[in-house]
């Protein structure tokens, strides 16, 4: 029912930007939470961060300061900011969609950011 497709990773050195897009068509609904999710070489995939079917946000400790997820309704997608990026954000970045009570949960198929020293 949904599709997610993530783009905009990518090989940046430390201290570079870059903007994750994660791109949902299906099913969507205004009651949907969308998060970004990493994982990296032989690491376990981790929360990075969430923005709610209202709006409010929340960033893991890790990249807080650094990272701002957000969302545009009008296009069903959500973006990934990522600033001052270090070489310890090298991973796969997944984008999550999750319904109320995660009813259900779809991934996207992952993009690369790797972080150079």
């Known amino acids: 029912q949904v599709q997610l497709v993530e783009s905009g990773g990518g090989l940046v050195q430390a201290g570079g930007s870059l903007r994750l897009s994660c791109a949902a068509s299906?099913?969507?609904?205004?009651?949907?939470?969308m998060a970004w999710y990493r994982q990296a070489p032989g690491k376990q995939r981790e929360w990075v961060a969430t923005?709610?079917?209202?709006?409010?946000?929340n960033v893991a400790d890790s990249v807080k300061g650094r990272f701002t997820i957000s969302r545009d309704y009008a296009k069903n997608t959500v973006y990934l900011q990522m600033n001052s990026l270090k070489p310890e954000d090298t991973a796969v970045y997944y984008c999550n969609l999750g319904g109320p009570q995660r009813a259900r949960t779809y991934w996207g198929q992952g993009t690369q950011v790797t972080v150079s020293s």
């Open positions: 923005i709610a079917s209202r709006g409010n946000t």
């Open positions: 299906g099913s969507i609904y205004g009651s949907d939470s």
